[in-house]
T-cell receptor
């Protein structure tokens, strides 16, 4: 299994509070991703990173920010949590070479409940 | 934009039955195609992939063939087991700066003994 950990694994918070989720990898992969999983929607990309300090928005980035100050860590922040951000959050990593998509490896997920 | 349409679930089968989960896609360019599996309480694991037309991906008895003419990547298994019960996701990626995955909505499979 790829070395990906997410913390915390479960969190309950209140509307309006800031929340930071952490993804840590030991594989030294260049690309890191944050997805959210909701019933009926599969997984949707929030933000991704293609290197230290290099990030970009995904499909559902509103209300989220990210930072990557080290290769191994990718942080997802909800500046002011809302109930619509209740979800399961997955981090993924990948490497890329040539013209072939490398496999994305997923972390175990963080279950977030915003009350 | 790119999209993936998956067969609606849930799907319930008896052990040793034949499984098909349909997946069709819309993409600009030439995508790579994937099937991921998610067991209860876990993250997603890659099940199989195909990177060009007519390629067949296979793993653990599952197969899927990249059909460019029908823009499909249907997942099949000849004889399912109780341990195959999981959620299956079809996904694609198109060459780009970070090769993001676009997922289908997932299909819940339950196999009964």
């Amino acid at each position: 299994d790829a070395g990906i950990t997410q913390s915390p694994r479960h969190k309950v918070t209140e509307t309006g509070t800031p929340v930071t989720l952490r993804c840590h990898q030991t594989e030294n992969h260049r690309y890191m991703y944050w997805y959210r999983q909701d019933p009926g929607h599969g997984l949707r990309l929030i933000h991704y990173s293609y290197g230290v300090k290099d990030t970009d928005k995904g499909e559902v980035s509103d209300g989220y920010s990210v930072s990557r100050s080290k290769t191994e860590d990718f942080l997802l922040t909800l500046e002011s949590a809302t109930s619509s951000q209740t979800s399961v959050y997955f981090c993924a990593i990948s490497e890329a070479s040539g013209g072939i998509q490398e496999t994305q490896y997923f972390g175990p997920g963080t279950r977030l409940l915003v009350l | 934009g790119d999209s993936v349409t998956q067969m609606e679930g849930p799907v319930t089968l008896s052990e040793e039955a034949f499984l098909t989960i349909n997946c069709t896609y819309t993409a600009t360019g030439y995508p790579s195609l994937f099937w991921y599996v998610q067991y209860p309480g876990e993250g997603l694991q890659l099940l199989l992939k195909a990177t060009k037309a007519d390629d067949k991906g296979s793993n653990k008895g599952f197969e899927a063939t990249y059909r460019k003419e029908t823009t499909s990547f249907h997942l099949e298994k000849g004889s399912v087991q109780v341990s195959d019960s999981a959620v299956y996701f079809c996904a694609l990626s198109v060459a780009g700066s970070a090769r993001q995955l676009t997922f289908g909505s997932g299909t819940q499979l339950t196999v009964l003994p």
